[in-house]
């Protein structure tokens, strides 16, 4: 499995259509028989063919996103019986979207605006200098 050679076209069009599906390396180098680290090696070697791997890769996060959501929608509009929803498939979906789609969470907006007024108030009364005691200086 981890040979350490060129990769025939016929083995890059199936790692590159697997990419399209699923969007990871591990499962096109796993369906290939090529281990992950060969995939990138040719990466760096054809420029084509990371070009390639790169746009079958950000089209399978799509693929994976558009699943997650169907699967998120079949649930919200009751699609699946009630005792069949699985609330840890449910929450690996959202997961998947929110990592994968852009925008699925929203943007956040902050709405208002706070002032602050800072006030220093002290409970001691400051006290009046008015009748100071005058300071005489003796002489040496």
Same mark, same amino acid.
């Given at each position: ?11 890059? #069009? ?6 399209? +599906? ?18 990138? $090696? &040719?990466?760096?070697?054809? #420029? ?6 790169? +746009?079958?890769?950000? &089209?399978? /996060?799509?693929?994976?996103? *558009?699943? @997650?959501? *169907? ?7 009751? $699609? ?13 979906? =959202? %997961?998947?979207?929110? %990592?994968? &789609? ?14 602050? *007024?800072?006030?220093? =108030?002290? @409970? ?14 003796? /002489? $040496?």
């Amino acid at each position: 499995m981890g040979r350490n050679q060129t990769i025939t076209h016929d083995e890059k #069009e199936t790692a590159i259509d697997a990419l399209r +599906e699923h969007g990871t390396m591990q499962y096109a180098s796993k369906v290939c028989g090529i281990s992950v680290r060969t995939l990138n $090696e &040719e990466m760096r070697r054809s #420029e084509v063919f990371k070009r390639r791997v790169l +746009e079958a890769r950000a &089209e399978g /996060k799509i693929n994976i996103a *558009d699943r @997650a959501i *169907d699967l998120i929608k079949s649930y919200a509009y009751g $699609e699946v019986a009630k005792k069949d929803t699985d609330r840890n498939r449910l929450t690996a979906a =959202i %997961a998947l979207a929110n %990592a994968y &789609e852009p925008g699925f969470r929203g943007t956040t907006n902050v709405q208002g605006k706070i002032e602050h *007024d800072v006030r220093v =108030i002290t @409970a001691v009364p400051r006290p009046k200098y008015l009748n100071t005691p005058k300071i005489t200086l003796l /002489k $040496e």
